[in-house]
């Protein structure tokens, strides 16, 4: 059974929302989509989804936004994505193209 960590989605769905996206809840995911753009947000465990999609971003806390983005390094998934690391003070987006937080 996958635990969904709902504070991580609710936090992303206001995000994506504010960023202009139509965000969908599919459960243990949501879909944020603006014009072409398809975007799926996992919160924080990426050995639990699929990759049939071209865009994922995983949402974690700040403390484990490094690691996390370390992880996809090393499994070298077959879609692109971006690790959004949520903190006190907002989010910073970590890419696998760079090797610092862009700020928000």
């Given at each position: 059974m996958v635990v969904v960590n709902k504070p991580l989605l609710?936090?992303?769905?206001?995000?994506?929302t504010d960023l202009g996206y139509?965000?969908?809840d599919l459960g243990s995911e949501l879909r944020a989509e603006r014009k072409w753009r398809i975007v799926y947000v996992?919160?924080?465990d990426p050995d639990e989804v699929t990759e049939d999609v071209d865009l994922r971003c995983f949402i974690t806390n700040e403390?484990?936004?490094?690691?996390?983005?370390e992880e996809l390094l090393a499994r070298g998934p077959d879609y692109d994505w971006a690790v959004m690391s949520v903190g006190d003070d907002g989010y910073d987006v970590l890419h696998?193209?760079?090797?610092?937080?862009?700020p928000t």
């Amino acid at each position: 059974m996958v635990v969904v960590n709902k504070p991580l989605l609710d936090e992303a769905r206001t995000i994506f929302t504010d960023l202009g996206y139509t965000v969908t809840d599919l459960g243990s995911e949501l879909r944020a989509e603006r014009k072409w753009r398809i975007v799926y947000v996992t919160a924080d465990d990426p050995d639990e989804v699929t990759e049939d999609v071209d865009l994922r971003c995983f949402i974690t806390n700040e403390d484990r936004a490094s690691r996390l983005r370390e992880e996809l390094l090393a499994r070298g998934p077959d879609y692109d994505w971006a690790v959004m690391s949520v903190g006190d003070d907002g989010y910073d987006v970590l890419h696998p193209q760079s090797s610092q937080a862009l700020p928000t």
